[in-house]
C-alpha cells in the first residue's frame, strides 16, 4: 500500500507505521518470515520516496507550460486558468508533502535498522547458497509450526482448551504435531487418525504416530 502524499492542508503528515508496529506487530513469527515482510515494506517505501521527485517534475511541467500557453503558445483561457488552479493546489499541500516525505526518509532509516537486526540472527542458519526467497520458503513449516503454537496457546490461556480448527490445522504438518507433543500442548499419546488409501478397500482409521506420518 502507497501512501498518499497530497496529503490535505487540515491534516497532519504522518509516517506509514511505527517502529513499535514493525518490530513486533507486523506478520512473521521466525527471523525469515519477517525479514519477508519487512523486504515488501521498504519496497514501498522506497517507491514512495521516488514520488517526491515526479510530483517535482510534474509541477515544473505544468508551470513551464503555463509561461508556453501565456507567452504566445496561443493558450486558450480556459486551458490557462486550470492550469493555474493545478499548480496552486499543488502549492497549497507543498508543506504538508515535504513533512511526510521526510517522514518517509525517516521511516525507511528504521526498516533498514531492524532488517540489520534481524539478519544478525537469520544469517546464521543461512542454507549455503540459499537466498533470502529460498530461505524464506524453507522456513515456511517452522513458520507455520510457531504460528499455531502460539495461537493455540493464547486459546488455552484464555479459554482453558485449544479449538478443535487449530488442532486439525496442526495435524496437517507431523513435524509440527510432533513440536506441540514436546512442549505440552497436546498429550503425546495422541496420534493423528489417517484413512485407507485405497479408496475401494474397506472404509476404516488408522491412527498413526506422528513421526512416521
Not at 62 to 79: C, P, R, S, T, Y
Not at 139 to 168: D, H, W, Y
Request: a negative charge; proline letters at 4%; one cysteine or more.
Amino acid at each position: 500500500m502507497e501512501q498518499d502524499f497530497n496529503i490535505g492542508k487540515n491534516r497532519m503528515a504522518s509516517k506509514f507505521n511505527s517502529e513499535f508496529n514493525y518490530r513486533y506487530q507486523v506478520i512473521g513469527d521466525t527471523p525469515w518470515e519477517k525479514i519477508k515482510t519487512l523486504q515488501g515494506f521498504l519496497e514501498g517505501r522506497i517507491r514512495a520516496a521516488a514520488l517526491e521527485e515526479v510530483g517535482n517534475l510534474k509541477n515544473q511541467a505544468k508551470i513551464a507550460k503555463l509561461k508556453h500557453l501565456q507567452n504566445g503558445g496561443n493558450g486558450l483561457e480556459h486551458e490557462i486558468l486550470e492550469l493555474k488552479a493545478e499548480i496552486l493546489e499543488a502549492k497549497s499541500h507543498e508543506t504538508t508533502a515535504k513533512e511526510a516525505f521526510e517522514l518517509n526518509k525517516k521511516e525507511i532509516e528504521i526498516l533498514k535498522k531492524l532488517l540489520k537486526e534481524l539478519y544478525v540472527m537469520a544469517e546464521p542458519t543461512r542454507i549455503p547458497g540459499y537466498s533470502d526467497e529460498e530461505m524464506w520458503e524453507a522456513n515456511q513449516a517452522n513458520e507455520f509450526t510457531v504460528n499455531i503454537g502460539r495461537e493455540i496457546q493464547a486459546e488455552m490461556i484464555c479459554n482453558g482448551r485449544p479449538s478443535p480448527a487449530k488442532l486439525k490445522n496442526a495435524m496437517s504438518n507431523p513435524h509440527t504435531w510432533n513440536a506441540l507433543k514436546q512442549v505440552g500442548l497436546v498429550p503425546k499419546e495422541t496420534k493423528i487418525l489417517v484413512g485407507n488409501d485405497n479408496p475401494s478397500d474397506k472404509i476404516k482409521l488408522i491412527g498413526v504416530d506422528d513421526e512416521v506420518v
